[in-house]
């Protein structure tokens, strides 16, 4: 089946740092989407890309759907203290958001 | 706030019993997808329902089934439970390319 492997599995950085994370694909998706899941909740989107090639900002944050639909990254700037958590890529290759897979995350520690 | 609502939040049942967990969806969301997340995992796919059909499983034995109901909630019964089957299970309800997410509940099998 489709596998996703995204990575870093961890990161630890200052405030104001920059997050860079990326996410491949075994399997082509039309599909790419950006997820945050803090404690004791679901996932909660973040960013989705419709488009190869496509690159979409949602305040500090920003994603690339990769030109060979096989990859995605995800970009945080001037990272915050509130950005602590987990974010996932996922991915689906019909028009049905709830068929996706996952990738198994990465968990992002912001120190003040 | 997804207005995606699940209970009970957290359970413990013992190796081969059976659970039935409850997922309420948005009014307007006419499919519901359940997700199994293990521990330091991302969510899998276990099925969808639409319009109270299945609509397509993931790679989950039968023991998995679920329901969905005219009033958008829905259920997931996991039978003959299995230690593997400790895990959070998430439902998400939407339409097409939209899914929004539950709390989840926490499945502890001992």
């Known amino acids: 089946g489709q596998q996703l492997n995204q990575s870093p599995q961890s990161m630890f950085i200052q405030e104001g740092e920059d997050v860079s994370m990326n996410c491949t694909s075994s399997?082509?998706?039309?599909?790419w989407l950006w997820y945050k899941q803090d404690p004791g909740e679901g996932p909660v989107l973040l960013i989705a890309l419709y488009k190869a090639g496509e690159l979409t900002s949602n305040g500090r944050l920003t994603a690339q759907f990769g030109t060979t639909r096989k990859d995605s990254f995800l970009n945080i700037s001037a990272s915050i203290p509130s950005d602590v958590g987990i974010y996932f890529c996922?991915?689906?290759?019909?028009?049905?958001?709830?068929?996706?897979?996952f990738g198994d995350g990465t968990t992002l520690t912001v120190k003040p | 706030e997804t207005g995606v609502t699940q209970s009970p939040t957290h359970l413990i049942k013992t190796r081969g019993q059976q659970v039935t967990l409850r997922c309420s969806s948005q009014?307007?969301?006419?499919?519901v997808s359940w997700y199994q997340q293990a521990l330091g995992q991302g969510p899998q796919f276990i099925f969808q329902?639409?319009?109270?059909?299945?609509?397509g499983r993931g790679n989950f034995p039968p023991r998995f089934s679920g329901l969905q109901f005219p009033n958008y909630s829905s259920e997931l019964n996991v039978n003959a439970l299995e230690l593997d089957d400790s895990a959070l299970y998430l439902c998400?309800?939407?339409?097409?390319?939209?899914?929004?997410f539950g709390p989840g509940t926490r499945l502890t099998v001992t």
């Open positions: 996922a991915g689906y290759y019909n028009t049905n958001a709830g068929k996706s897979t």
């Open positions: 399997s082509i998706f039309n599909t």
């Open positions: 329902y639409y319009r109270e059909e299945e609509n």
């Open positions: 009014s307007g969301h006419n499919t």
């Open positions: 998400a309800s939407g339409a097409e390319d939209e899914q929004y």
